[in-house]
């Protein structure tokens, strides 16, 4: 639902209130130290039709509003999007004197001066080293409504998942299935790119379309699993953070952390992704990460995405810090490898 003009900007002002303070915002503070043109009494009633929409609520009764995961990401989509990026971005100057051997240095740098800047948990994940590509694909039907997808890389990696589906799949499905992604997948690198392309191509009807879909976890796993290591900067800013707001399942978190394929598997739809990559709140997979946002961005050399640059941290960040910061560690990374490679 469009929101009218005051309310789009009554929703930015209480989401950066909040933001800045950690405080829920009340009618009477917007109209003494903001210009809405409109009085308390109007703010009030603007304020209760954006919590009836899930923008925002408020801790009891008598308190004053403060945002929800779908405020935030209205905030982000729509307010931030809207505004042209005047912040500075990162400033990250990277050795150019550094060999492609050292590329791992360059990147815990990133991950370093991220972390300062922000006051988050800053995650790059590497470039694999060697090309990911694809030498066998099979599409089995174990039983009449289980299916299992196995994927053998060239590097020897094997990637093996099982699908329930709710109905009985059909052996010529399957069959099709096997055949078609074998076609277009053996023999090239697996990419996000290329995945988005075969799984969405136009060659298939609705029903092979749907059911090649479903199958395509095992094949982001397979990208995923090429991803050689992540260099992560500011743990214990993120822990400190989480702590003074009160967020629960702090040593889930860390365990999480702690698991390099859980954060992969974290990273794995940022890597699809051309754009700034967010995950807000209840978006995230991860109960223990629901208390948490997750700002990305890819960088890479010549059209093609090598890892990603984010930063993890609560709810209540300061968005366009992040996705400026993000932005920058991108792009100075990208200048870097078009450089050494």
Known sequence: MALKP??????????????ASGSPVGSKYLSQHHTLGAAPSTLRMDMAQLEELGYLDHPHTSAGRRPTDAGYRHYVDVIVKERHETRAALPLELDRGLVQSEVDSALEETAEALSRMTELLAIVSAPALAATSVRHVEVL?????????????????????VFSFADRVDPGLAEFARVYLSERLIGRQLSGRLLEAVFTSHELGPAEREFVGSLRPAFDEAVVAGTVELHLGGTARLVERLTAQGAGHLDDVIELLEERYSMLELLSDALRNDDVFLRIGHEMREPPLQACSLVAANYGVANRNLGTVSVLGPTRMDYQDAIAAVRGAAGALSRFLEEIW
């Open 6 to 19: 005051r309310q789009e900007q009554l929703l930015r002002v209480v989401v950066e209130e909040y933001i």
């Open 141 to 161: 039907a174990l039983q009449p409504q289980v299916v299992m997808v196995v994927v053998i890389t060239a590097a020897g990696g094997v990637t093996k998942r």
